[in-house]
């Protein structure tokens, strides 16, 4: 009796249950039952997520840039870090700090898996391997049995008219007309740039930028310092120091006090900035940081608003790449505005502002091809590009050849045609199959178009460093090509390849021989 009235209440009970459970879908339907994405749905989410915050610090970058493989392996671990989520042999979690789920993470991973090629198309080389209008010309007394050439800066002194180069060794260096080189300093830390002027005193004096501690680091170990090569070091003038890997150095009166000042470029590596070296009374001088972000890389100074003061272009890499422009607000600063920017797998490293068109305006030339970040392949977009002024510093890009690894650009008439032409290094050439892209001499044959010559000069060594001016004072535009080959095999990105170029020459020198 007792075991019948509790069948009839669990009977009770669950009809109580179904009741209720119809009820629920009566006024509510079906949207009660948990939705599970689809696979699609997860993808078109993912594209959304990427968007948001890939957007939110740098150019977009499209899944189309990178192959599938690299995606997964090379940039998304980098990417998870700067969104504040964790790995550990190979698996994703998130903490408090991170910035979004695991769940959205996935979705965001999922996107660019699904939407990258497995491998990237690489167009195919269009040009001419030859000496074009170059005579090479190499230094002489070379020690083999020494450190391979570290070259680091070359700067032809328009003063003295003599060739200064330096090395990662903290050697600064002279070169005579017979390629001989003569040290005439030791520095602190290697030279990355060099300013000449002459001093009240007559002297040549030189305002020289060094890197502190060349590898990338953020330690405040740069300085810009001030003397006459070949004088007591008690004479050196420090300008500016505890600077974040300065690069580049520009000089100006931004002030219009009659003193110069400095425009300096702390690449840095996650931490940097781009800053005002200005010059005060009693020959001090006062650090003022512009933008506070890494990559800074390379500027031009000019009047570019015609207000009648100095103005800042500046080339940036390292993440949030592009060209900014800052215009002096005569008061010690500076407003920003961005002209171009690009994604950060373009791995930007150096830009001329020059008239191309012969249109009054002037455009930018530009190349990207640093290749040794997360993404190390062969790309399709690294190469020189041509932006065009629309007017109004508005650009429009009109030009693009395609150089693997292209790492610095400069133009000049070489050929003496009246219009400019292009040389191109690059560092991270496609060495295996294609050896001599590591130099291109772009000759412009119409206007806008260019005739690719690939110099072969790829067994002298592995350039890293570019110098455009009349070495041999004969009217014309030569090249001085500066080698680094200590890190060589740790910097090549191509498998079973192993260096065969000329580990010990610091520099060559391509005679332009058009007249």
Known sequence: MLKKNKVSANKLALSIAAFVTAAIFLFNGCDTVPHVNTPAENIADGRVLSVKYCKSCHQYPAPSLLDKATWETGVMPQMALRL?????MGQYYVDPRSSMSLADWQKLRDYYKNAAPEKLLLPKPDTTTDWAIFKLKLPIGVNRKGS???TTMIKLNPFDKMLYTADAGNNLLTWDARLKATLVAKVESPVSDATFFKGADGKNT??????????????????????????????????AGNLPRPVFTAPGDF??????????????????????????AGNTYKKKLIRAVPGAIQVEVGDFNNDGWPDVMCLFAQGDEGVWMFLNDHKGGFTEQNLLRFPPVYGTNSF??????????????????????????????????????????????????????????????????????MAVI???????????????????????????????????????????????????????LGN????ADKLINQKDFKPNWDMYNPIVVLENKSK
């Open 84 to 88: 504040g989520i964790q790995q550990e």
């Open 148 to 150: 391979p050439g570290m």
């Open 206 to 239: 030189g305002v020289f930028t060094g890197i502190g501690v060349l590898p990338p680091n953020d330690l405040l170990k740069g300085t810009l310092v001030q003397f006459s090569p070949g004088t007591k070091k008690a004479d050196t003038l420090l300008l």
């Open 255 to 280: 002030n219009k006090d009659g003193l110069t000042d400095y425009i300096v470029c702390g690449y840095g590596n996650t931490k940097g900035g781009l800053f005002l070296v200005e010059q005060q």
């Open 352 to 421: 001329q502002l020059v008239d191309v068109n012969k249109d009054g305006k002037k455009d930018i030339i530009y190349t990207c091809g640093d290749n040794n970040d997360y993404s190390s392949i062969l790309k399709p977009y690294h190469g020189v590009y041509v932006f065009t002024n629309q007017g109004n510093w508005r650009f429009k890009q009109t030009y693009f050849y395609h150089i693997n690894g292209a790492s610095k650009v400069m133009s000049a008439d070489f050929d003496g045609d009246g219009d400019l032409d």
């Open 426 to 480: 690059a560092f991270f050439a496609d060495f295996k199959y294609n050896p001599a892209e590591g130099f291109t001499y772009m000759e412009q044959t119409a206007p806008g178009k260019f005739k690719a010559h690939q110099v072969p000069v790829n067994k002298y060594g592995r350039w890293l460093s570019m110098e455009v001016a009349d070495i041999d004072q004969d009217g014309d535009q030569d090249i001085v």
């Open 484 to 487: 680094f080959s200590i890190y």
